[in-house]
């Protein structure tokens, strides 16, 4: 029984290889998280302890990945420009990212939640991938998302406050803060409740930031978005080299924080996000 | 703090609409599952109904989708050429289905292998999307998948009597088979260890498929093929239609069987699969 | 000097293969031609006259072309579902055919203009490819483009008469037409002109259409729609088929006429058109 | 007569927007031109200049290209990375470029050939466009070009040499030169025929440059490349900033040369390449 007879339909495959020399993120979300799993409001601590715990396990298992940014139940990682996996497939990184992910967050969903099992249908992610091609494109969507982080939370919080400590209903608290400013959400806060939004958690406030870990580098000592920017093609490495950085990488702690990742102080004192170069690893205490 | 400043980076994402009108196949494949469980050779009956169960909670899901057809560790799923789901967004349907089919996989693995618990890396798989303009395509990847199936599992189960049953090493039995065609790997069986491969499972021979069942239709009294070429734009049904279509879909059995998909005779008694019309849901029995 | 240090930007070059097994459709438009050359109105015979002759000279050099129409400054070509020229690489497809139009529009303007020498900026066209599934697809998308032209024709054919017979200014014209149905712009020509939209030259009311000839079938004796859409997969021809099959195409005249194209005779009685396989070339007279 | 019924269609045209923030090349290349119009051997001067006439015009009917280079029967015109134009549809840039680029040709055809009148089939051109993220890149892709005008120039050059002068056939020049280095090839024309190739006009060893003349600039005073790199999204300027650039492009020059577009100075020089910015517009003389 010869297969070529239906052999023919491999080529209805159409090629997905994404620009090269361009920045790769990937971005998931939640398929209607909201109101699903009873998460507490505004933010549910376990829930995005989960959501990090599954997206450092992604960065774990792809070292290809250099960073990667988290909010509410989105997640974006960034591939390095010069990064050449799957020859840039689009289908094939966005699929393995979300697989992988989904995989991390049902299989820990019991560690977060224990006294909530998981029921059907179970949690899922779809993604999407996008190129940017300069360092200031990467870092403005980096921006963007947190930009986004602070105004829901700074607007959840307030939303909820009315709700659960100034007894209002949804339509009510929706009414009042239509058309309000940033200062006004901190005032009400504030004057109604005695909330100072300055003392939410971090994590709420900024979102999550996932990366490899190694020593902090005096700003100002690298131009390294410039240096990324010029670079213009594949780097070609030694075995060697290579070899190196993979077991230097390898060594690096992955870890969760919430940073601010607009200010240049984020970047300028960890080049290895940008270069791809990993740095120095830290001593472990 | 205006958002507007990092809004553009959105414009960057660039569509991935498939072609309206055709037939969206959607593959995924697991990443480095050969050799990384332990599964039984030739054939891991646990994990093949691992598979399947994610399959059919893929397909029960997403009614979307018409059928599905698995071997090994992938599985394609269908959506009908009508379908409008996610705008056709390639992305949205790959992630999607690879998700959900991941998030059972993971879920149920303790139901299939209750002594081996999952460790990390955890199974991951990814997925690509195929575009098939006629019914005759589409029939043609159903049997270039079912043929693919035939001729893999005839080898490895001669391949596999020869190492566990002939006590060959895997490259006697490699060089061995070089150059053998089918009847005489059937032979090799038959007279070397008395097996007849027609006895094998019919879950190793011809894989599984997963659909909606509903009551088969005799035969010769429906060309639904040429029916389901000759639509040539999304299907306009009342809303009365729409909700009685869903009730049907929800109410009928999503089941898995192996059976040849490459005949006919398949797909003529199963209407529904090609003309996207639910069919009598059958007694329960 | 090495060349190889810059040709890793070939790299860069994506692929825009067109999916196998479609109907393909190229429609270029003329670039800014409303206004621009003082073209009679409502309708001028030299300038379709024109575009006629770069169509028909376009259907000869592209023998892969099975069917062509035009209507006002637009043209559309269509290349058989089983067509693999160029790959089906869409870009060359569409430059192609834009470019040999532009050559034989300006080479041969003069023919048609003699009194109007050209002038910069020259007559110039844009293109795009679209890919069609089924032949209803295909013969939908050439009757929207018939049905168009009826619908510009009536209505441009009333507000000039309204114009040059009625002596008003356009915008007075356009508001009298605002709301008018067909009937209304019938019964407003003949009423105040005594002018029959039926007289009006079938070029203006239905377009043109560009086809190899051969000799008309009777209508009922072949189904080329449903044997086309069953086709599933390239035709191997033998290189004598090909050779005689280049043959016939090479002889048949290619002809332009003035033809509903949205009922079925028209394809019926010509089914090289959706077949692809030359007919009997007319004895000629 | 309702449209609507057909108008559905219009829904399976695809987007091709390029990626923004890029550098996009359109290349154009003759079609069949080599052997077709008996042009003279190795380079014939009048077919290069047509060349440069139809490129020179299609620069001064599109003012978004900023940059042109053309060898042999080729030409790539570069919109800048900022450009919107048709926004960023890759089918409408390759075709309006291609489009204009052959009625220039086809029209000035006679100016530079008038003994030898066009005939059928005329020439064409096809096209594709890519996208580069960086300044090198896009230099890099320029380079790339203009080495592989040297490369088949010098040996072209002594090809020909060996044959008009030499009495070789193709088939013993072919074989003479092969595996010869850049110096054999000078050192053959120099000992042969006493022909210094460094003698040879700039036109056919450097290829033809096309851009607007503005008066030239001390290298080293401004920063373009990297200024270029840094720019992130569509630069937004005022009307007014618009309408004086506008001018400006439109006063200025658009040349043809021939010269080293491979080293920094060009470039340096010329800073309005790769910024936008129109430059000052040299006193006409």
């Known amino acids: 029984m010869a297969n070529s007879r239906f052999e023919y339909v491999k080529a209805f495959e159409q090629t997905d290889n994404l620009l090269p020399n361009t920045w790769v993120v990937v ?25 990090n715990a599954a997206a450092k396990a ?15 139940d989105e997640y974006s990682f960034v591939f390095h420009k010069t990064c050449t996996l799957f020859e840039r497939r689009a289908s094939k990184l966005v699929s393995t990212i979300v697989s992988t992910f989904t995989a ?7 560690t977060y939640f224990p006294q909530t099992p998981l029921s059907t249908p179970l949690p899922s992610f779809d993604g999407r991938a996008v190129c940017y091609p300069s360092v200031q494109n990467l870092r403005d969507y980096m921006s963007w998302r947190q930009v986004d982080c602070h105004i829901n939370n700074l607007y959840n919080t307030t939303f909820w406050s009315l709700i659960q400590l100034g007894g209002m209903s949804a339509t009510e608290a929706e009414k009042f803060l239509a058309g309000t400013l940033s200062a006004d959400k901190n005032e009400i806060m504030f ?3 005695h909330l100072n939004y300055n003392n939410e958690p971090e994590i709420f406030k900024k979102g999550s930031v996932v990366f490899r870990d190694y020593e902090l580098v005096e700003p100002g000592t690298h131009n390294v978005a410039e ?15 290579e070899e190196g950085d993979r077991k230097r990488r390898a060594k690096a702690r992955v870890m969760v924080d919430h940073l601010d990742i ?4 984020f970047w300028d004192r960890r080049p290895w996000l940008l270069s791809n170069k990993p740095g120095k690893v830290p001593k472990q205490t």
């Open 104 to 110: 991390y967050y049902v299989h820990l969903w019991s």
């Open 227 to 241: 240096a990324a920017d010029d670079l213009a093609e594949p780097v070609k490495q030694s075995k060697t080299q």
């Open 58 to 72: 992604v960065v774990t298992d792809l070292p290809d990945i250099t960073i990667g940014y988290g909010v509410s």
């Open 191 to 193: 004057s109604k409740f």
């Open 262 to 265: 607009i200010k240049d102080d």
């Open 27 to 51: 971005r998931i979300d939640g398929r209607g998280f909201t109101n699903k799993y009873n998460f507490e409001k505004p933010n549910d601590r376990r829930a995005l302890d989960l959501m």
